[in-house]
């Protein structure tokens, strides 16, 4: 059966390339799997984190507007307070696809994504169980 949230996954997804906003050099929390998830599906991800300088040996860049190429979509993984600058960044940016991975989503960065007509993905199924994560080493 069918989710309301099918439509706003699929169009998450139809684009490239991504970032993993909360990107984490530590391979147990949640910020790295998305990364490596993102990886394992032949998908083109930046990492985004102003304390990291590489993640799975990746460059990490300090802000949205620091990644190489121009971001569709944006995972979330961070803390709810962190998530509305993140929001605030990206909407300047002119991305208008978010991921909130569950913990990371803020009242203040969903309102302001959705007042600006972006397609806000939150309290859903994390994108690990969307795109079938595999907890390996690769």
């Not at 307070?81 to 960044?89: F, K, L, W």
Request: charged content about 20%.
């Amino acid at each position: 059966m069918p989710s309301d949230l099918d439509a706003p996954i699929d169009a998450f997804l139809a684009g490239s390339p991504f970032a993993v906003a909360g990107a984490s050099a530590s391979r147990h929390k949640y910020g790295n799997r998305v990364l490596r998830c993102y990886r394992q599906n032949q998908r083109i991800a930046y990492p985004i984190n102003p304390h990291h300088s590489e993640v799975e040996g990746l460059p990490c860049y300090p802000t949205l507007a620091d990644a190489p190429s121009p971001i569709h979509g944006v995972s979330l993984i961070t803390q709810p307070r962190v998530s509305v600058d993140i929001v605030d960044q990206a909407l300047t940016l002119g991305i208008r696809h978010f991921w909130f991975q569950p913990g990371a989503e803020h009242p203040t960065a969903l309102e302001r994504a959705r007042a600006a007509g972006a397609n806000v993905i939150a309290g859903g199924p994390c994108i690990l169980v969307v795109l079938g994560y595999r907890d390996r080493d690769d």
